[in-house]
């Protein structure tokens, strides 16, 4: 059945990240992104090994701290970048950049 979806690229019908089953996929082997950008920078690996973004969901909860008021671009220490920083993240506004990035670029579908 899986290769048969594959086949035929079948997707889910939504247009918004916000849908909680698109929400819960695989950000890095998403169906939505586009193959020539896969992001395999240190930002992007970093993501992967210190901050555990896996799911849309993951980068979502990541990049949603750019919204932030107390959150600055550069030595920030509010309290999500001091966390990353913990986890061994030397650049945590850059990952939340990435991240964001990451969401715009999958096919306007997802």
Partial sequence: MLKAIHDHNVRPRSDSTG???LRKMELWLHRGTRKELVDTTARA?????????HTV?????????????????????????????????????????TAQKLLNRLNETW
């Fill in 45 to 53: 690996q970093c993501l992967q090994q210190n901050h555990n973004v």
């Fill in 57 to 97: 969901e993951d980068a979502q909860n990541t990049a949603r701290r750019l919204e932030d008021d107390q959150h600055k671009r550069r030595n920030c220490t509010c309290t999500n970048c001091a966390a990353d920083t913990d986890l061994g993240c030397e650049k945590p506004h850059k990952c939340a950049v």
């Fill in 19 to 21: 849908d909680p089953a």
